[in-house]
């Protein structure tokens, strides 16, 4: 999606909502893939601001258990349940108004092994959910910055979803569809971080593709403020992509190893380099040069991430 064609924007945070407190108890809201670690705090963003309608759907029982467990709040109703499934997803629609998208299959290397589920997951599913749309008041979708020079499946399903929400704005004209495009999840289930946690454990050696591949990383908590201002937001513009660059930051994945050993490992801790995964950038495309994050910053923000085994 070529920067001519669509416009983009440096989203930057405003406090004036669509909704009161009053409105926000009584605005249904659902999230895709809410059991994962972006959609519950997507949760517990929209319980803070006083949401008391909330739908989330995912796939994994233990996981939404463990989710439900870790929210523990009665405005949270908890569906098992697969977007690729056309008769769930037009039945969890009903009375719907605000969804946010969040699931997919997220890993670049999974992507690449998986495709045909990648396509059925990342736009049959997608496509469920914007078909059975019609009613709803906005729809975020949340893309990511892998979507930018493209050269994996991961990359290409969701740069191919964000065509069909955009395309979706001309279909529902009541309705808005928002792109946003978010970096990695710094501590999210699954990220380098939970890798590296399970290692460290396990064998006290972490691994490393390429020491001087640089990435982009968001904190949960910022991205999740983000997304449900986006959504909440009665300026938010559904003709450009919404970008978090005041809170993204980029990293050398070196540097980022050896602060994960300096705050959560010990003497003996190690790094090994293991190369490339098929698909994996050694560079990521941005939509902004953010400034490269000094390796004591690392540490820092390192410092203040309380890892489990499950998030």
């Known amino acids: 999606m070529s920067k001519k064609k669509y416009r983009v924007a440096n989203h930057k945070k ?6 009161s407190k009053k ?3 009584e605005t249904s809201f659902l ?15 929209l319980l803070e601001i006083g949401a008391r309608n909330i739908v989330s759907i995912s796939r994994d029982e233990n996981v939404i258990k463990e989710a439900e467990h ?33 699931a997919a299959i997220k ?18 599913g997608l496509l469920n959910i914007l078909n059975s749309s019609a009613d709803i008041k906005k729809f975020i979708h949340v893309s990511s910055d892998k979507a930018i020079g493209v050269m994996n499946c ?41 890798v590296w946690n399970r290692q460290l454990a396990k064998d006290n050696v972490i691994t490393l593709s390429d020491p001087d591949m640089t990435r982009y990383f968001i904190t949960l908590s910022d991205a999740a403020s983000f997304l449900v201002d986006i959504a909440l937001n009665d300026n938010t513009d559904n003709n450009v992509i919404h970008y978090p660059l005041t809170t993204t930051k980029k990293f050398r994945v070196k540097d980022l ?25 050694k560079h990521e495309d941005y939509i902004s040069d953010v ?21």
Do not use: W
Request: aromatic letters at 6%; glycine letters at 10%; one cysteine or more.
């Open 31 to 45: 999230i895709t893939g809410g059991s994962g670690s972006l959609g519950r705090n997507i949760i517990k963003r």
């Open 70 to 102: 870790e929210i523990g709040s009665p405005f949270v109703k908890f569906k098992i349940g697969d977007i690729t499934d056309k008769e769930f997803i037009v039945q969890t629609m009903k009375g719907v108004d605000i969804v946010f998208h969040t």
């Open 154 to 194: 991961y990359g290409a399903t969701k740069l191919l979803g964000e065509y069909l929400v955009k395309e979706s704005n001309s279909l529902y004209h009541n309705n808005a569809y928002i792109i946003t495009r978010c970096p990695n999840l710094l501590g999210s289930r699954g990220s380098v971080l939970d």
């Open 14 to 19: 405003n406090s004036k909502h669509l909704q």
């Open 291 to 311: 400034p490269l994050l000094p390796a004591r910053e690392l540490s820092k923000i390192l410092s203040g991430q309380i890892l489990k085994k499950n998030h």
């Open 107 to 124: 890993h670049v290397s999974m992507a690449e092994q998986n495709p045909r589920e990648t396509y059925r997951v990342n736009i049959v």
């Open 23 to 25: 409105d926000l108890s």
């Open 257 to 281: 190893a050896e602060a994960f050993i300096k705050t959560h490992g010990n003497s003996q801790s190690k790094i090994k380099i293991t190369g490339a995964l098929p698909g994996e950038k």
